[in-house]
């Protein structure tokens, strides 16, 4: 048990090495790092918290087809939450790599498999609009929008101001402007 701790405390060191080759612009060889020492899948914990430092990585290099691709072939047996966590990263990959049809292709998968929390659920119908404003679907933005706000009895100001976006980007500012 103390050896596994001993273990778990170098790796933890080694993990600090990556984010601070991270802060220090040397993202290629963290990721070597992670590559080579990031724990098996089966000390979930462990190789959770190396999976995040490696997305993180990737958003910095702006790698999106590394980070969207990762969260698709994750590891059985892994807890919903994280899963949850790592798909909805890819999501916002694809929408970063301006790929609308990928994020959908993910959130879709999210909302219709995943029993995901509300605060969940809400930030990826947010996400499947961003993804029509990135196509210039403002039709299926401004009707997933109502949708939305139906459903989450939103009513706050950023939520105005996108749905006055979308009814101006629709040709229809009389609406916007009420």
Same mark, same amino acid.
């Given at each position: ?5 001993v273990r778990?405390?170098r ?7 990556? *984010?601070?080759?991270?802060?220090g612009? &040397?993202?290629?060889? =963290?990721? $070597?790092?992670?590559? %080579? !020492?990031?724990?098996?899948? +089966? ?5 959770? *918290? ?5 997305? &993180?990585l990737?958003? =910095?290099? $702006?790698?999106?087809? %590394? !980070?969207?691709?990762?969260? +698709? ?5 892994l ?6 966590? &790592?798909?909805?990263? =890819?999501? $916002? ?19 219709w ?28 933005a ?37």
């Amino acid at each position: 048990r103390d050896l596994a701790a001993v273990r778990i405390g170098r790796l933890d060191d080694v993990l600090e090495r990556v *984010r601070a080759l991270t802060r220090g612009g &040397a993202t290629q060889l =963290a990721l $070597r790092l992670i590559d %080579q !020492l990031q724990p098996a899948v +089966t000390q979930a914990e462990a190789w959770m *918290r190396w999976e995040k430092e490696r997305y &993180a990585l990737y958003r =910095a290099q $702006r790698d999106w087809a %590394q !980070l969207a691709g990762r969260a +698709t072939g994750l590891p059985a047996g892994l807890p919903p939450e994280f899963v949850h966590w &790592a798909k909805t990263e =890819a999501a $916002r990959a694809h929408l970063s790599a301006s790929d609308a049809e990928g994020a959908r292709r993910v959130l879709r998968d999210l909302l219709w498999r995943e029993p995901g929390s509300r605060d969940e659920r809400a930030e990826w119908r947010q996400l499947v609009i961003r993804s029509y404003l990135i196509e210039d679907n403002v039709g299926d933005a401004h009707t997933a929008l109502q949708q939305y706000r139906a459903d989450f009895q939103v009513n706050g100001p950023a939520w105005r101001q996108l749905e006055a976006t979308i009814l101006v980007r629709a040709g229809r500012p009389k609406e916007a402007y009420a």
